[in-house]
């Protein structure tokens, strides 16, 4: 009876958006009262939409949690059925000038869709949006819209047999037929050495119907073409299309003034385009969160007739000058972005979609993870070519939080079929729609042809293991040059001029030195190669773009996918959520090589995102103590897309490890950096602040109870948006005496506004460390929402936990100096059990 209800309201609202559509353009939504059912049974079962068919069957409890122990195994089948979806919708008696138009948004992606019984659409890129005239088909009453999805594996199948074998270097595809390259369909969901293979079907974004009667809005979009101080020079490219030779107003207004920009008067039949230029006087520029307000102006676009509003687009636009400095020098060859005419050190991390099952994500888990970016002082993300181009939702959050974006396109890590001519209209088109949808937001800096495939081809060996004669593989290479050096840069210069397209990442490999003088870099270096994490202080490119190192999630999100007698590194289900082939391995070897040994698993898990977020604070802080030559630092990943060991500093649920409330100091606009060798303590400072910065430097050397042992007070000048080592401290007047081991040093920058940026600094290894047993003292205030930590001896990387692990804390994973207080906010529940903690022995 609740279905027949929800129904009937539907309908209701439905009947009413179409008699309200009379004098404007209407959407009208079409995700409700979806069934599906596999090919070939009879038996339908309700829908959602947006959705995919993992997430109907797991909700009518037909398969299990793929996410779960080993269930991923027992899901596979459904990658090699077909699928239909089917609803029903009604109209009312329909006028002759009255158009329609079918919109999907995305689907996943081999569908047919039948309207009335009638075919009207083959889609075959998940990617791109599909749009119909349906008019000749609807009628008043009810109307039945079905859409078959065949499998994308029986679907490709056939084209591994074709002249060209592409499908071998899909080395992340973890199925023997290797079917992704040929398939316009997120490469992450055929596997990946971080997530599983997943490879569904659905409706995955909106479906709705257009209605209008005489005109409508095409596209708006705003170009930038003048930006000084004093003024901004602009202009509107405008397109609308009519069955009616009638004259139409056009008018842009500034919607927080209500102000009329511009506005002409048209004469229009059939399609037109039009250019409307103006003027902002004074106008306000966008800028990173971390150097300026992230202004944008709200526009709107108006198309009348009379006073009839016709159709509306709201646009909001950010007033900035981006470029991307690629100059040889006397090294190499730079890399760095300019910001409104400031060169800027990107400081962020590599984006994957935030679940296998794509349709789960939420309004809020984007506004989570991204607000997490911003709240650790990160102002690029990195959204890397094996996912999807994001949700709009993305890129707005983006605009507003002042991070900047890297945008791939989405080709990762494989040759595609470049001289498939049906192939590359696709991805034409593809290109085309993705670049329409995005160019507006200021937020996007780059367009990047792809992940890793020019490197790949010429560096991990391909050819050779795959035995490719050399025909066939220049033919290929002729394939990656049509997409990635012709195709690509074409189709972005003619939607999108002005902003800069790369054809690859990375520029340069990581096996010779030399190579990191070059353009962007991905250093595997410690993770695939030999490299300790002192790699990491060696290797510095222009510009890095991919480094990482893994570790387990909190201990709280195992107990979600696994039981007790899962909890080692050996057993079935932490192997098979580890997707690297080396995964578990090099984390237990890296742990038992910085730390002491785990007393258990959970000390293990623990001890891994120690390991983790030493390893990057290593990265980091020598990436940016070396600003100038490197000027980027992107670390591989900040999020996941299931809960497992991995790369990320967030995992699935949102739990930050160590890793990422590390970011908090190693990402601020002022960094001090330390180091120390037998002789001397190294200070330098980076700052990336527009303005100077004068204070003192306070040196403190304590000992492990809370004795301190010696001071040095130093006053600095620091040069704006700058680098530079300001002291060399004599280590032996700092001692006096005292073992390194017994002692640690805090430094902090200070002026008369108080403290501008601290760290710790140890003079041996955490594993060389002489630590007593600390007694800690914690005290809830639940009503201020706060915690107030005390000790009375040194303890290291500090962990606070509540048992849910739904508890979040301002801070965590913290060094705490004897009698120091650190009080913290939390949110969430802190349960019966209290607060607990772990620390290092």
């Not at 060859?333 to 910001?339: D, G, I, T, V």
């Not at 002082?377 to 900047?404: K, P």
């Amino acid at each position: 009876m609740n279905h027949l209800l929800r129904a009937a309201a539907a309908l209701f609202v439905l009947f009413l958006s179409i008699i309200n559509a009379h004098s404007a353009v209407e959407k009208i939504d079409l995700t409700q009262n979806w069934k599906f059912r596999r090919a070939g049974e009879v038996q339908w079962l309700d829908a959602r939409v947006p959705g995919v068919v993992h997430l109907d069957l797991l909700r009518h409890g037909l398969i299990p949690d793929p996410y779960y122990g080993t269930n991923e195994d027992s899901v596979q089948w459904i990658e090699r059925e077909d699928w239909m979806y089917e609803t029903t919708f009604s109209l009312p008696a329909l006028r002759d000038n009255q158009r329609f138009e079918l919109v999907f948004d995305g689907l996943d992606t081999y569908a047919s869709v039948f309207l009335n019984g009638e075919k009207i659409l083959a889609a075959d890129n998940m990617y791109r949006r599909w749009a119909v005239d349906v008019k000749p088909l609807l009628k008043a009453g009810i109307n039945t819209l079905m859409v078959y999805f065949r499998s994308p594996m029986t679907v490709n199948e056939p084209k591994l047999s074709g002249p060209l074998p592409y499908h071998v270097t899909a080395e992340n595809d973890a199925n023997k037929e290797k079917v992704s390259v040929y398939t316009r369909k997120a490469p992450f969901h055929f596997g990946w050495d971080w997530g599983p293979r997943m490879v569904s079907c659905g409706i995955w974004r909106p479906v709705y119907l257009n209605t209008w009667t005489e005109a409508r809005i095409e596209t708006a979009q705003i170009f930038q073409d003048v930006l000084n101080d004093e003024r901004a020079e602009l202009r509107a490219v405008l397109s609308f299309s009519t069955d009616t030779a009638l004259t139409y107003e056009w008018i842009i207004r500034d919607l927080s003034t209500q102000a009329i920009l511009t506005q002409q008067t048209v004469a229009g039949n059939g399609s037109s385009i039009l250019m409307l230029p103006f003027v902002i006087e004074q106008p306000r520029r966008w800028w990173t969160h971390n150097l300026g307000e992230p202004y944008l102006y709200r526009f709107s676009v108006e198309l009348r007739r009379g006073n009839t509003l016709l159709d509306e687009r709201e646009i909001r636009f950010g007033l900035r000058t981006i470029e991307v400095i690629q100059e040889k020098d006397d090294i190499g060859r730079a890399f760095y972005f300019k910001l409104n005419g400031v060169p800027v050190f990107m400081k962020g991390a590599n984006y994957i979609p935030g679940d296998a099952l794509l349709p789960r994500r939420s309004p809020e888990d984007f506004q989570q993870l991204l607000g997490a970016a911003k709240a650790v002082n990160m102002n690029m993300i990195r959204v890397w070519g094996g996912g999807v181009y994001e949700e709009d939702i993305f890129y707005d959050l983006c605009d507003e939080m002042g991070l900047l974006v890297w945008q791939d396109l989405m080709f990762a890590c494989s040759m595609y079929p470049g001289d498939d001519s049906l192939f590359v209209e696709n991805v034409r088109q593809e290109i085309t729609y993705n670049a329409r949808r995005l160019r507006h937001h200021p937020s996007i800096a780059i367009w990047c042809g792809n992940n890793e495939v020019d490197m790949a081809w010429h560096h991990w060996g391909w050819q050779v293991r795959h035995l490719i004669m050399p025909g066939k593989a220049n033919k290929m290479w002729e394939a990656y040059q049509t997409l990635f050096h012709q195709l690509f840069p074409a189709v972005l210069e003619t939607e999108d001029p002005g902003r800069t397209y790369v054809s690859t990442s990375p520029q340069s490999n990581w096996g010779k030195a030399d190579n990191f003088n070059y353009g962007t870099m991905h250093y595997w270096g410690v993770w695939h190669g030999p490299d300790s994490f002192d790699g990491y202080r060696t290797y510095v490119g222009r510009y890095m773009n991919e480094y990482g190192f893994q570790s387990f999630p909190e201990w709280a999100t195992i107990r979600a996918f696994s039981g007790p007698d899962d909890w080692s590194l050996d057993s079935d289900v932490m192997k098979r959520h580890q997707k690297s082939y080396i995964g578990n391995g090099q984390i237990a070897k890296f742990t038992r090589k910085y730390y002491k040994d785990a007393t258990d698993f959970q000390d293990f898990v623990y001890k891994s995102q120690i390991t983790q977020a030493e390893g990057m604070r290593v990265a980091i802080t020598n990436h940016r103590v070396r600003k100038g030559h490197c000027m980027g630092t992107m670390y591989w990943q900040l999020n996941d897309c299931w809960p497992g060991p991995s790369w990320s500093g967030i995992d699935y649920y949102g739990r930050w490890k160590a890793l990422h409330y590390s970011l908090k100091e190693l990402y601020a606009d002022l960094l001090i950096v330390a180091d120390s060798d037998q002789s001397r303590l190294n200070l330098s400072i980076v700052s990336d602040r527009l303005e100077p910065v004068q204070g003192n430097v306070l040196v403190e050397i304590f000992r492990t109870d809370g004795r301190r042992v010696s001071s040095f007070l130093s006053e600095v000048n620091i040069q704006a948006n700058s680098t530079g080592q300001y002291l060399a401290l004599p280590l032996k007047p700092l001692l006096k005496g005292v073992k390194p081991n017994q002692v640690v040093a805090r430094i902090r920058l200070m002026n008369e506004s108080g403290e501008l940026a601290h760290t710790l600094h140890y003079f041996v290894p955490a594993r060389q460390m002489q630590l007593d047993k600390p007694e800690i003292q914690i005290q809830v205030n639940e009503e201020a929402r706060s915690i107030t930590v005390r000790t009375e001896t040194l303890v290291r990387g500090l962990f606070l936990y509540s048992e849910s692990g739904d508890c979040r804390f301002s801070d965590n994973y913290f060094d705490l100096l004897p009698g120091e207080l650190k009080i913290l906010q939390y949110t969430g529940d802190i349960g019966a059990a209290g607060i607990q903690f772990r620390h290092l022995d």
